[in-house]
């Protein structure tokens, strides 16, 4: 038996393992789908209004937002929340006179230092003073994408917040863009950050039994959902997907959660803002640079959750990779160069069946993927089958790339977050 032979049965071994290793990857997947399904509506059934009672309000107002935290607080007093907390700045005059009427209504902190301050700092001093008063409680601090803290970002929450009743989180923010295959690429790691988030949400509830949640400017838990926005968009002849693209981050960031935690949101008249397209040339280019960078970070770092947390998405992206490479380049070049048809030794089975598998490789787990996730866009609309496929084709093998090359520990010591100028 030639050593080319040889070759080629450890070729046509390696295929049978690897099917092997896909068809559990394909399982997998369709097993965690129909789990999580399934857990969605257990977790619908058990949100009912004893367990909202239980639930937490903490508003965390930007500087001199008195007028739109009056809106936000008329109407979370209407819910069935248990304790409503407002943490703002000791100077904030405007915001604290705003106040006024609610004293008695809802407990009013005073962050420990003057404003304004930036956003991380914002957090941390509120819920430090919300711990000293409330020790009792658990709490989840969360950031959204906006916020870049350095690489001690944990050693600083600790301190400020201590460990013992502290759990704590970064978001992953999903950023919102209108319909472009980008936005089909993020929806699958938007599905990931989901998951991280609930298994500390369920940590929480476990260790403490109640849990604490920060909302975004005009958001509250738990109320309604987007159909209001959507009934807005129909009333008004608007796009509801320009729209949604308009939000700001903190919005971006409500929609997030409200998702896996069947939390809902509601749009509150005057509370929320909108992003609307720039006037000025400068201010185009700065917000694009600003979304590049920041969303190319978000790129290389959900792709490392995945191939990190889940076994099916880690074999996908690494067969995807690497088999296509192997076999079409590798075998069938040098084989063809080395060994033309008519002098051919290895038989024409096992050539072929190579051949199969390297197309197998390149194009079924796109169109299975494409199959199985066409339902789980946001919002609840299905998009072109050629699109969604075109979008897994990106998404298998082009984006693994720079996490095999170590491009993520790089670019996120490099990458920074910039506010952008508006208009």
Same mark, same amino acid.
């Given at each position: 038996?030639?050593?080319e032979?040889? +070759?080629?049965? /450890?070729?046509?071994?390696?295929?049978?393992l690897t099917?092997g290793?896909?068809?559990?990857? %394909?399982?997998?997947?369709?097993?965690h789908i129909?789990?999580?399904?399934?857990?969605?509506?257990e977790?619908?059934?058990?949100?009912?209004? &004893?367990?909202a009672k239980?639930d937490?309000?903490?508003?965390?107002?930007?500087?001199?937002? @008195?007028?739109?935290?009056?809106k936000?607080l008329d109407?979370?007093l209407?819910?069935?929340?248990?304790?409503?907390m %407002?943490a703002?700045?000791p100077n904030d005059t405007?915001?604290l006179?705003?106040?006024?009427?609610? #004293? @008695?209504?809802?407990d009013?902190i005073?962050n420990?230092l *003057?404003?304004p301050?930036n956003?991380?700092q914002?957090?941390? *001093?509120a819920?430090?003073?919300?711990k000293?008063?409330n020790p009792?409680?658990s709490?989840?601090?969360?950031?959204?994408a906006?916020v !870049?803290?350095?690489?001690?970002?944990?050693?600083?929450v600790?301190k400020?917040l201590g460990?013992?009743?502290?759990l704590?989180? !970064?978001i992953l923010?999903?950023?919102?863009?209108?319909? *472009?295959l980008f &936005?089909?690429?993020?929806s699958r790691?938007?599905?990931?950050a989901q998951s991280?988030i609930?298994?500390i %949400?369920d940590k929480?509830?476990?260790?403490?039994? !109640?849990?604490i949640f920060?909302?975004?400017? @005009?958001?509250?838990?738990?109320?309604k959902?987007l159909d209001a926005?959507?009934?807005i968009?129909k009333?008004? #002849?608007?796009?509801?997907?320009?729209?949604?693209?308009k939000?700001?981050?903190?919005?971006e960031?409500?929609?997030?959660l409200?998702?896996?935690?069947?939390y809902k949101?509601?749009?509150?008249?005057?509370?929320?803002?909108w992003e609307?397209?720039?006037s000025?040339?400068?201010?185009i280019i700065?917000?694009?640079? !600003?979304?590049?960078?920041?969303?190319?970070?978000?790129f290389?770092?959900?792709n490392?959750?995945?191939? #990190?947390?889940?076994?099916?998405y880690?074999i996908?992206n690494?067969?995807a990779?690497?088999h296509?490479?192997?076999y079409?380049?590798?075998?069938?070049?040098?084989?063809r160069? /080395?060994?033309p048809a008519?002098?051919?030794?290895i038989?024409p089975f096992?050539?072929?069946f190579?051949v199969?598998?390297?197309l197998?490789?390149?194009?079924f787990?796109?169109l299975l993927?494409?199959?199985?996730?066409?339902? +789980?866009?946001?919002?609840?609309? #299905?998009f072109?089958f050629?699109k969604?496929?075109?979008?897994n084709?990106v998404?298998?093998y082009v984006?693994?790339a720079p %996490?095999?090359l170590g491009?993520y520990d790089?670019?996120?010591?490099?990458?920074?977050w910039?506010k952008?100028?508006?208009d």
């Amino acid at each position: 038996m030639t050593v080319e032979t040889i +070759l080629s049965y /450890i070729f046509f071994t390696s295929n049978i393992l690897t099917s092997g290793m896909l068809g559990y990857a %394909v399982y997998s997947r369709i097993k965690h789908i129909i789990s999580s399904k399934r857990k969605n509506e257990e977790d619908k059934d058990n949100n009912n209004e &004893e367990n909202a009672k239980k639930d937490i309000a903490v508003l965390i107002p930007a500087w001199n937002e @008195g007028k739109e935290l009056q809106k936000t607080l008329d109407d979370i007093l209407s819910k069935p929340v248990k304790r409503v907390m %407002v943490a703002t700045y000791p100077n904030d005059t405007k915001t604290l006179q705003a106040l006024e009427p609610y #004293k @008695g209504k809802v407990d009013i902190i005073l962050n420990r230092l *003057n404003g304004p301050t930036n956003k991380f700092q914002n957090l941390c *001093n509120a819920f430090y003073e919300i711990k000293k008063s409330n020790p009792d409680y658990s709490y989840i601090l969360i950031l959204d994408a906006e916020v !870049r803290p350095a690489e001690n970002y944990f050693d600083v929450v600790k301190k400020y917040l201590g460990e013992d009743t502290i759990l704590q989180t !970064r978001i992953l923010s999903y950023p919102f863009y209108s319909r *472009n295959l980008f &936005e089909e690429i993020m929806s699958r790691m938007y599905l990931v950050a989901q998951s991280q988030i609930q298994e500390i %949400v369920d940590k929480s509830r476990a260790k403490m039994g !109640r849990d604490i949640f920060l909302k975004g400017a @005009g958001m509250i838990f738990p109320i309604k959902s987007l159909d209001a926005l959507l009934e807005i968009c129909k009333k008004d #002849k608007k796009s509801f997907w320009d729209e949604l693209t308009k939000l700001a981050e903190d919005t971006e960031l409500a929609i997030l959660l409200s998702g896996k935690y069947k939390y809902k949101i509601v749009f509150i008249d005057g509370t929320y803002t909108w992003e609307d397209s720039p006037s000025r040339l400068s201010v185009i280019i700065k917000r694009y640079a !600003r979304w590049f960078k920041g969303n190319f970070a978000n790129f290389i770092k959900y792709n490392k959750t995945i191939l #990190k947390k889940f076994t099916h998405y880690f074999i996908l992206n690494i067969q995807a990779i690497l088999h296509p490479l192997t076999y079409a380049a590798a075998f069938l070049t040098l084989y063809r160069s /080395i060994f033309p048809a008519k002098y051919a030794i290895i038989h024409p089975f096992l050539f072929y069946f190579n051949v199969f598998f390297a197309l197998y490789y390149l194009l079924f787990p796109p169109l299975l993927a494409t199959r199985l996730e066409n339902k +789980l866009k946001l919002p609840k609309k #299905k998009f072109s089958f050629t699109k969604n496929l075109i979008a897994n084709l990106v998404y298998n093998y082009v984006t693994p790339a720079p %996490v095999i090359l170590g491009f993520y520990d790089i670019l996120r010591k490099k990458t920074q977050w910039y506010k952008t100028e508006r208009d």
